[in-house]
């Protein structure tokens, strides 16, 4: 077994639910000596996707069936669109009568929609049961595995269901990214790059000089993904279940869950896709509201063209989004308080505060201008 020492690894310090998110390059072909520490049972479901599937099961399951476990494959589509209740009562329904038990472990392999479903249903299945994580895209190594939130979209909204279930262990797994469609690594690194942007200029700085080599060098592209999480981190420690500051992390995301919604999980984005576009229109509305300069919106615009992450909200428009529809899908968001929406307003670059001021006209006025052609 390998010692915590020789791993690489950032912590979650949470006042009775502490857990390591481990970096490294064969957790899922060794699946086996890494786990066995965390769990005394010798039944283990994992829950993944088709893709997923087809890249990894056998090698995370080898592992596992060589050190006699007993390993329960529960494999769904692919896609945010089983992100959903009936996917969460069909998955409960194989455990029971699998026999899964109150002391087995739930393993998520897969990216954030995987790692919110296994999260969810290891939160609720006997009243909770053990979960460790192996997040496979860089979004989910970045974001979504990083602080115990769960749960499943309804026809209202995403994410509307749902708890907060911290996992015994996350298991980054960065070989995984070798096999993740560019697509995928663009959807994530909006994910990365707002940790920078809420945060810490000089993660941004550096993202602006590195980003290529980042995605092309295991080595930088692992210290992006620690810089980043380590923000994430922070703001997950000092405000677990987001009372307060941790709801800075959904920079970009009131519009990204709009509109979302709106494409009713349809396939055709992917979240990282949507928060890329929302980070462009909080943007658009700081500078609106004076909070940030020209130059710093279009520092941001020029960055995410380099890359080549979507900044343009008609990229999107199937003559489903207007600017009355996003209102009234974000009228659905869980961050509504007291019917206020809440903006997650940039203050330049680095630092972002919480708003549950943001007037319907300026966002109906940012979206009709974004829109138009
Ligand atoms: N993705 C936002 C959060 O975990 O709080």
Excluded at 177 to 191: D, F, H, M, Q
Excluded at 267 to 275: F, K, P, Q, S
């Amino acid at each position: 077994m390998n010692s915590n020492a020789e791993m690489d690894f950032i912590k979650i310090n949470l006042e009775s639910e502490s857990y390591k998110i481990f970096f490294g390059k064969d957790y899922i072909e060794n699946s086996a000596n890494y786990i066995r520490e965390f769990t005394k049972t010798n039944k283990i479901a994992i829950i993944t996707d088709e893709n997923t599937a087809n890249l990894y099961l056998n090698k995370i399951s080898r592992s596992l069936l060589e050190s006699k476990y007993e390993v329960i494959h529960i494999i769904l589509k692919s896609g945010e669109k089983i992100k959903n209740i009936s996917s969460v009562e069909n998955v409960i329904n194989t455990l029971l009568k699998k026999r899964f038990e109150r002391d087995d472990l739930i393993i998520g392999l897969g990216g954030g929609v995987i790692g919110d479903l296994a999260g969810f249903i290891a939160s609720i299945i006997h009243r909770g049961v053990n979960f460790i994580n192996f997040p496979t895209t860089l979004l989910a190594q970045v974001d979504s595995s990083i602080g115990g939130k769960t749960g499943v979209n309804t026809k209202y909204g995403k994410n509307l269901i749902g708890s907060f279930k911290q996992p015994l262990a996350v298991f980054s797994d960065t070989s995984s990214l070798s096999t993740l469609p560019v697509r995928e690594i663009k959807a994530g690194y909006s994910e990365l790059v707002k940790h920078a942007l809420i945060k810490d200029n000089e993660l941004f700085m550096w993202l602006c000089e590195n980003w290529n080599v980042i995605f092309n060098q295991e080595e930088e592209i692992i210290k992006a993904i620690k810089w980043s999480s380590n923000i994430k981190a922070t703001l997950v420690q000092e405000d677990v279940r987001e009372r307060g500051s941790r709801a800075l992390l959904n920079l970009g995301h009131t519009y990204a869950h709009a509109i979302e919604s709106l494409l009713k999980y349809d396939g055709t984005i992917l979240h990282g896709e949507a928060v890329s576009v929302g980070i462009i229109l909080a943007y658009k509305t700081s500078y609106l509201l004076g909070y940030s300069k020209k130059d710093e919106l279009n520092k941001i615009i020029e960055h995410f063209n380099d890359v080549g992450l979507i900044t343009d909200l008609r990229k999107f428009n199937k003559d489903n989004i207007d600017s009355d529809m996003l209102l009234n899908a974000m009228n659905n968001d869980k961050k509504v308080k007291s019917g206020q929406k809440t903006f997650i307003i940039p203050e330049g670059i680095g630092k972002a505060f919480i708003s549950n001021k943001i007037n319907d006209e300026i966002i109906k006025s940012i979206v009709d201008t974004a829109l138009a052609s």
